[in-house]
């Protein structure tokens, strides 16, 4: 079975700064990697996504994340925030033993809030 | 079309009531999920369906739940005598095929049950 935690329920950011969202794991088997974004009565959008080669993937509206293997983690970066930023985001796994049947496993969230 | 479309948006339903919700998939995505993101959660896995063939419904909570997919298109969400433990988001993704490339999956908006 996989797990994914988002320590962070909640991340209030100033615009222009800086943010990072922590995303951990726990799989037996590897994973691929996902965030995925939910802005409000939305859908869910895929950001970004790590399945092997660079451990630094980038992804859409200026956001990056790097994979660590050896503390299984999958934080999410970007340098400067915009207030079109405020939104759910949410870390999610695949394990790559599951040919064929790709359900993500979530983590709670963290709710991004920029502030002007 | 050109997203994954679910109706209807908001739901509401008496305790005991029977209640049906709809997916059309992305057209020629083989792969279909069904989610149930609860508030403040994240989304958590219901069912799969490759086609018209189901072959994980191990996250349907109870018996009450079914799902299908007779034509491998359009889905149904079918909740019977529905208990206020039910209010949650439904999500339905879906994908071109499950091959165990982390391949994208492409969110609904979601229904919107309410219990009362």
């Known amino acids: 079975a996989q797990s994914v935690t988002q320590l962070d329920s909640q991340v209030p950011v100033f615009e222009e700064a800086p943010v990072e969202l922590r995303c951990n794991y726990s799989s037996s088997v590897s994973v691929y990697l996902f965030w995925y974004v939910q802005y409000p009565n939305q859908g869910l959008q895929l950001l970004l996504k790590?399945?092997?080669?660079?451990?630094l993937v980038k992804g859409i509206n200026g956001f990056e994340a790097e994979f660590n293997k050896s503390q299984t983690s999958f934080h999410l970066r970007k340098p400067s925030v915009h207030i079109s930023d405020t939104a759910e985001y949410f870390c999610?796994?695949?394990?790559?033993?599951?040919?064929?049947?790709?359900?993500?496993?979530f983590g709670t969230g963290t709710r991004l809030t920029i502030i002007p | 079309g050109a997203g994954v479309s679910q109706s209807p948006r908001y739901k509401v339903a008496k305790r005991g009531q029977d209640v049906a919700l709809r997916c059309d998939p992305i057209?020629?995505?083989?792969?279909l999920f069904w989610y149930q993101q609860a508030l403040g959660q994240g989304p958590e896995f219901l069912t799969y369906?490759?086609?018209?063939?189901?072959?994980?419904k191990s996250g349907l909570p109870s018996d009450r739940f079914f799902a299908e997919r007779p034509e491998g298109s359009v889905s149904t969400l079918k909740i019977q005598r529905t208990q206020q433990e039910d209010s949650a988001v439904y999500l339905c993704?879906?994908?071109?095929?499950?091959?165990?490339?982390?391949?994208?999956?492409?969110f609904g908006q979601g229904t919107r049950l309410t219990v009362v």
């Open positions: 369906f490759q086609n018209e063939a189901q072959l994980d």
């Open positions: 790590y399945l092997s080669g660079s451990t």
């Open positions: 999610a796994v695949i394990p790559i033993s599951n040919f064929g049947n790709e359900k993500l496993t």
């Open positions: 057209s020629g995505h083989v792969s």
């Open positions: 993704a879906s994908s071109l095929a499950g091959q165990g490339l982390g391949t994208e999956a492409f």
